[in-house]
């Protein structure tokens, strides 16, 4: 199997949106990218704020990044992250900024009621397992998989504890291979998302910290990648975004949307299908044992 761009997935193709708070508006970059080629998936999967930026897309297939645009570049810090009384001591903000972004998005009450089948990943508090919401309550699946602990408040659904999917799924691909797809269209946002390089020691407390998030989330990401790849073809769409804000400032959307928008329409025009693998402008980690294989862009050196 061989095909020119996004013509040449096989179908069912799945879009997965990964985590990443602020540095989701990157993925209404690409999401411009995708709808101007005219591409429409056949399911969503989408792990926190990736989870309402794919909601939102699945509820208006083909006409979501203007919308999407809108909301990100108006967003401020105290409208998702607002201080008040909250009824436990579970987290620091309340929900209610989330609340009232999800009322305005003129989505479906349930997530079978939207146009493309979709998956919001939580993280099961109790047990530590994903958490695949894929039916119900839509407002709920949102706020549970958007969760960050200790940060916003867990969900109570089903009778399970719900945090952040961010926590086991930072970008979710497996969630896609379990739902079926035949192929995957990533969005995968910030450093983690790129080749860890080698860096100087950290020496404070709070570098210290950031770099080992950074290596945990890298890791998991690179895994979850290679493990798709090996069966499927898993192609990651770059957002060419080289400075990222801090996760409180929502100050630089239109920069993230517009550099994310030319990234990925360059390497959209330049994919060529050749099978199951790992498809990115850059060569990254050495692929995993297996028969799945780092394939390059058409255009980039192998």
Known sequence: MSGSGLQGLPRPVAVVVGGGGVLGAAHV?????????????DLIVGTS??????AIAAAHPGRAAPWLEHVWTRLRRREVFPFGFLPSRASVFADRGLRRLIARAAMPSRIEHLEIPFTAVATDLDTGAQALLD????????????AIPGVLPPVERDG?????????AYVPVRAALQAGA????VL???????????AVTPRRAGAVASRAGLVVLHRQIESDLHEAARRIPTVVVPTGVEAWPAPWDFGHAHRLIGTAALAAGDFLDRLRIEGPGLYRDDAGP????????TVPVAGVGR
């Open 135 to 146: 039916h119900g309550d839509l407002e709920s699946a949102l706020l549970a998989s958007a």
């Open 182 to 185: 035949a192929s995957a269209v």
């Open 160 to 168: 399970r504890t719900l945090v952040d999917g961010g926590v086991t």
């Open 286 to 293: 050495p692929p995993v044992p297996g028969p799945a294989r």
């Open 49 to 54: 704020v990736g989870a309402l930026n794919g």
């Open 29 to 41: 970059g690409v999401g411009y990218a995708l709808e101007q080629r005219g591409f429409t998936p």
């Open 188 to 198: 995968s946002t910030g450093p983690e998302a790129r080749p860890l390089h080698p």
